[in-house]
């Protein structure tokens, strides 16, 4: 099994950056796929990136061209770099960590952006 733990949130306006931060622990030599998700207010969960362990990526139509999801294995981390943000990216985002049997999620971390 493994745990994700994720960092990096905050409070930032809007057209700025922020990078968040997961590092998995645990059972890491079968670490899969990894990806970001968020909920905002009111609304259920979505898929923001994903990010397989051979490296390949897929994105949110609303974020592509805005975040970049990578991928350090020695490190056991994944991180999202979240560019040109809007108020409408604010929400708890959640690391999602999967190995072949099973999945985690972490405790999240608050992005707000303001107008």
């Known amino acids: 099994q493994v745990q994700p733990v994720e960092s990096g949130g905050g409070l930032v306006q809007a057209g700025g950056s922020l990078r968040l931060s997961c590092e998995v622990s645990?059972?890491?030599?079968?670490?899969?796929?990894v990806g970001w998700y968020r909920q905002a207010p009111g609304k259920q969960r979505e898929l923001v990136a994903v990010i397989t362990s051979g490296g390949s990526t897929n994105y949110a139509e609303s974020v592509k061209g805005r975040f970049t999801i990578t991928r350090d294995n020695a490190k056991n981390t994944v991180s999202l770099q979240m560019n040109s943000l809007k108020p409408e990216d604010t929400a708890v985002y959640y690391c999602r960590a999967a190995t072949s049997a099973s999945f985690s999620w972490g405790q999240g971390t608050q992005v707000t952006v303001s107008s």
């Open positions: 645990g059972s890491t030599f079968r670490l899969g796929t």
